[in-house]
């Protein structure tokens, strides 16, 4: 089994920056990808951003591009989301993911951690 924790939403005003972390424990030697997806109220959950576990390639949703980035450190097993240049629109409960190698769908989902952009 694989535990996944999230950390570091909070309260931002827009044009601010947030950085989210997420750790991994438990097996996680089979993993190979992971994500960050978010869901706003009324919304359905969409996907963010992925990376390999061993760091690239990366992938971004076109709303994320140029404005988050995200990385991966194999050895310490976590995941990162650097978001800058926050718009409300990005208010959303923020979710870690990760998938095994050959698996099309992210099994283990952390409890997420609430962004909320607002002056």
């Known amino acids: 089994q694989v535990q996944v924790a999230e950390s570091g939403g909070g309260l931002v005003q827009p044009g601010g920056s947030l950085r989210l972390s997420c750790a991994l424990s438990?097996?996680?030697?089979?993993?190979?990808?992971m994500g960050w997806f978010r869901q706003a109220p009324e919304k359905v959950r969409e996907f963010v951003a992925s990376?390999?576990?061993?760091?690239?390639?990366?992938y971004y949703a076109t709303f994320a591009r140029g404005r988050f980035t995200i990385s991966g450190n194999g050895a310490k097993k976590t995941v990162t989301l650097q978001m800058n240049n926050l718009r409300p629109e990005d208010t959303a409960v923020y979710y870690c993911?990760?998938?095994?190698?050959?698996?099309?769908?992210?099994?283990?989902w952390g409890q997420g951690t609430q962004v909320t952009v607002s002056s």
């Open positions: 438990g097996r996680t030697e089979a993993l190979s990808d």
């Open positions: 993911a990760a998938k095994e190698d050959g698996r099309q769908d992210y099994d283990y």
């Open positions: 990376v390999r576990w061993r760091g690239s390639p990366t």
